[in-house]
């Protein structure tokens, strides 16, 4: 009975393990979803294409599924996708013309010919028609055929004057004729014509339009529709004729809903009647409707007496009839794909998505507000709900305070922002009550940096100020510095011992002590950290990241490579010290840590292992830095970009955030913070399925443990080193094979062999 009662205690809390931990080595993606751009009818489900992905909803249920690069997409940044009925599958085209093929809504297939096609043209790819088995991509340089079945490039049709390539925009097929809407104008062809790749069996289009760039082409049952900026002309067999012109206001979709032609346009201004979705039928006639809280329409669908809308501000939305209000269907994730900094606390990621140019001069306008992942869940709180962040912009830094147990958002706008944790009230600061100063001449406050130190002081960087580092005290009261070096903006700042190191642009690092009292500058230190031997010893002036280590070591990413400070603690006495440049072997070849990178983001996981990004992807490097563990790019990995704006690492689970210029990722890595004292060691997977070949993680041991892996009777199967508080087994004896099924026993010790802790793991073959 204890047996069955232990074994039905340990699948429960299997079960409940497992709906938190994923599998070491996969990914998420967290990706935005609230931008819709196009809907496709996909028999059982209905697709959307947001930003960087796709998600879809199932007709029967309603549930929302997400396609992204972390769970079977090539690539990120969808532009179009369109559906196939007879070839059960959807074509998903990219922004930089990959192409990914679904096929019965389970299988992916990747066609990345006219991604890689060499040539000195643009290979957009602006539309997709789909005819029988084939669909036709309208691309920059003419008419892609892809056959569906084969699932490969038929043929291209160049249908330039002259035979030059020309950009595409649509094309659609109608009584026995191919219509392509092109830069040129409108161009047709017979479809069964000879030879569709020679440009001068296609006719410009003249009679009752002029020959001007095409933006869309659709059709009704018998007529052919084309629109030219704020213009949509219709085709009756022989002429075409003007339907409906507004002007400044912009085309965004034409497509075929049974026998009516749908056609959303709108402008780009935020008044309330700044759009509309025409339903246009096949005499020329049209119904205009403004459907309920569609307020920039790009797509719509109508399947029988459901309408379903792609909006650029709402998302997705279903609607039951014209008039009724609608359902909404966004997949969680953060509000957009910006990704400057971030930090985690308690087991929660605080996002600052905002951003600047490279020099810090000019803004991005991001307005995503207070952005934050807490329990598997995105949250924003958002100027549109609280109206003291009307004027904030440009998140570029955010820390947590344990002491006060409060997050500061540093605005490249608006000032500072705090968001209290212990009754989730927001308050900002600007002039009106801090010290931070607006930018000469301005109503811009400017904090670009902020940290918190070990006594719960909250420093900031606020550029362009005659007093640029202020502190704000955990009893509310605030001080500036005037600092004796100059300087526009702070990169990134942390606290160290005591300490704060500001990584300034342009150039050098500032190291500041405020001494025993912070209000008494007369035993304050400042010192300068640049290239120079003697003068700091960095391998590059201009400093981009900066981290302490578990050791208390300072390592900075500079434009040419990484330089670590082994004397943190002794910078600022009198005799200083230098950055030490790692010393690395490649391929035979001796050289300095990472000395033709720029790196970007440094982060330290629970081993102290250091992840180190670039423009050139991540890598995982070993505690000392001198090996190299692992190495992921677009290509080899679900990143979506290459380039790296942040890293860090919830010690609580071990994953890995990494932000990128085209949205946020995370690697579920395989070590976590250990514990000082003993604790509960937890198992995952447990039991361990015979399908099961991944690795075992073992977690909440002592940081840095010795485990030793034993079988029922006592045998020792497997011995190792935890990665801080996580170790990984994979299941396999000394002979290297796969240990037999029952019952395993996990002890762990540190090295002194104290505080030992015990596990069990149920392994079956």
């Known amino acids: 009975m204890n047996r069955l009662i232990y074994t039905v205690t340990l699948l429960l809390f299997c079960s409940l393990l497992s709906a938190q931990q994923r599998a070491i080595g996969t990914w998420k993606a967290h990706f935005p979803y609230s931008i819709g751009y196009q809907v496709e009818d996909g028999e059982d489900k209905i697709y959307c294409a947001s930003t960087l992905a796709i998600f879809y909803i199932d007709k029967d249920d309603n549930s929302i599924q997400t396609l992204n690069k972390a769970n079977g997409l090539s690539d990120v940044g969808v532009k179009k996708i369109k559906y196939s009925a007879s070839a059960k599958t959807l074509i998903v085209a990219y922004e930089n013309s990959n192409l990914d093929l679904l096929v019965n809504g389970e299988n992916i297939y990747n066609l990345p010919d006219i991604k890689n096609k060499i040539t000195s043209s643009s290979k957009n790819i602006n539309d997709i028609f789909v005819y029988g088995n084939f669909a036709y991509l309208s691309t920059d340089i003419g008419v892609a055929v892809l056959d569906l079945v084969k699932r490969e490039i038929k043929s291209t049709y160049v249908i330039g004057n002259n035979g030059g390539n020309v950009v595409v925009n649509g094309v659609v097929i109608n009584n026995g004729k191919i219509f392509a809407a092109t830069a040129e104008g409108v161009k047709v062809a017979p479809l069964n014509s000879p030879n569709l790749q020679n440009y001068t069996f296609w006719t410009l289009q003249t009679a009752g339009i002029s020959p001007q760039p095409t933006d869309f082409i659709g059709r009704s049952q018998n007529s052919v529709f084309a629109s030219m900026r704020d213009s949509i002309f219709r085709y009756d067999g022989n002429a075409w004729s003007l339907v409906y012109s507004i002007p400044v206001w912009d ?95 308690d087991g929660v990621t605080y996002l600052a998505a905002g951003g600047t140019d490279p020099s810090y001069s000019d803004y991005l306008n991001n307005r995503d507000g207070l952005v934050f992942y807490k329990e598997q869940y995105w949250r924003a709180y958002t100027r549109y709900s609280y109206g003291q962040l009307a004027n904030y912009a440009d998140f570029l830094s955010v820390a947590h305070n344990p002491v006060t147990n409060k997050v500061y958002y540093a605005s490249f706008q608006g000032g500072l922002a705090e968001l209290d944790l212990n009754n989730n009230n927001i308050n900002t600061y600007d002039s009106s009550n801090s010290p931070i100063r607006p930018v000469t001449g301005t109503k811009t406050f400017r904090v670009t940096a902020v940290c918190v130190d070990a006594l719960g002081n909250t420093w900031m960087s606020n550029a362009n100020s005659p007093r640029p580092l202020i502190v704000l005290k955990p009893d509310g009261t605030w001080k500036s510095f005037n600092v004796p070096y100059s300087f526009s903006s702070t990169r990134k700042m942390i606290a160290v ?217 006592g045998v020792l199967v497997y011995q190792g080193k935890a990665n801080g508080g996580q170790m990984i087994w994979d299941g396999k004896g000394y002979t290297g094979n796969r240990v037999k099924s029952g019952v395993y026993i996990v002890y762990s010790a540190t090295e002194l062999g104290k505080e030992k802790s015990v596990a069990k793991i149920v392994l079956l073959n």
């Open 251 to 345: 085309v965004k979709a034409i497509k075929t809903n049974g026998n009516v032609l749908s056609v959303c346009l709108w402008n780009d201004t935020n008044e309330a009647n700044n759009r509309t979705i025409l339903a246009i039928s096949d005499d020329g006639s049209y119904v205009e409707t403004n459907y309920t809280k569609s307020l920039k329409p790009n797509d719509i669908l109508i399947t029988g007496s459901t309408l379903w809308i792609a909006d650029a501000w709402e998302g997705f939305l279903k609607y039951s009839s014209p008039g009724a209000t609608p359902e909404s269907f966004i997949p969680n994730g953060p509000v957009s794909n910006g990704v400057f900094n971030m930090a985690i606390a």
């Open 497 to 713: 011992d005591g300490t704060i190191w500001m990584c300034n642009r342009p150039g050098n690092i500032i190291v500041y002590n405020p001494g025993e009292d912070i209000d008494d500058e007369s035993d304050d230190q400042y010192r300068s950290l640049g290239s120079g031997t003697g003068s700091g010893g960095l391998p590059n002036n201009s400093a981009w990241s900066i981290v302490e280590d578990k050791n208390g070591d300072v390592w900075v990413g500079t434009d040419e490579g990484i330089g670590t400070f082994y004397c943190a603690s002794s910078v600022l006495t009198s005799s200083g010290c230098d950055a030490d440049k790692i010393k690395v072997d490649r391929d035979g070849f001796i050289g300095y840590l990472f000395s033709t990178e720029s790196v970007k983001a440094i982060a330290v996981d629970g081993a102290n292992r250091k992840w180190v990004g670039s423009g050139n992807g991540v890598w995982l490097i070993s505690a000392d830095g001198k090996n190299e563990l692992l190495r992921f790019t677009k290509d080899n990995s679900p990143l979506p970009s290459n380039f790296i704006t942040d890293i860090k690492v919830n010690d609580e689970n071990g994953e890995v955030f990494i932000g990128t210029e085209n949205g946020l990722v995370s690697y579920q890595g395989d070590a976590i913070k250990g514990g000082e004292k003993k604790g509960v060691a937890l198992v995952y997977p447990n039991p361990v399925q015979p399908s099961y070949t991944g690795p075992i993680a073992i977690k909440g041991l002592v940081d840095d443990a010795y485990v030793k892996i034993t079988d029922a009777a």
